[in-house]
Nanobody, 117 residues
């Protein structure tokens, strides 16, 4: 069972930066599309960024230019670098992995990001 463990969330002032990390528990990480989603209370979870095993990236329009997703195959880790954070970026951020052969999705436990204005 693939497990995802996020870290790096916290409290940051508006305009600041954060880097989130997500470690996958198994080497199958190398074949999976990895991504970051976020969710605020009473709203649906939304995609923030995604990176395929080949390195193709996708970003949500609201964060384009302010966020970068990357992956380190040696560490089985995917990163989300966020900058110029706004209060509207406050949410729980979840790491996601889509299994390459059948589309099954794995989720981390989430990490809280709070941006104070």
């Amino acid at each position: 069972q693939l497990q995802l463990v996020e870290s790096g969330g916290g409290l940051v002032q508006a305009g600041g930066s954060l880097r989130l990390s997500c470690v996958a528990s198994r080497t199958i990480f190398s074949k999976n599309t990895m991504g970051w989603y976020r969710q605020v209370p009473r709203k649906q979870r939304e995609l923030v960024a995604q990176i395929t095993s080949g390195g193709t990236t996708t970003y949500t329009d609201s964060m384009k230019g302010r966020v970068t997703i990357s992956r380190d195959y040696a560490k089985n880790t995917v990163y989300l670098e966020m900058s110029t954070l706004q209060s509207t970026d406050t949410a729980v951020y979840y790491c996601n992995a889509i299994r390459w052969n059948d589309g099954y999705e794995y989720w981390g436990q989430g990490t809280q990001v709070t941006v104070s204005s």
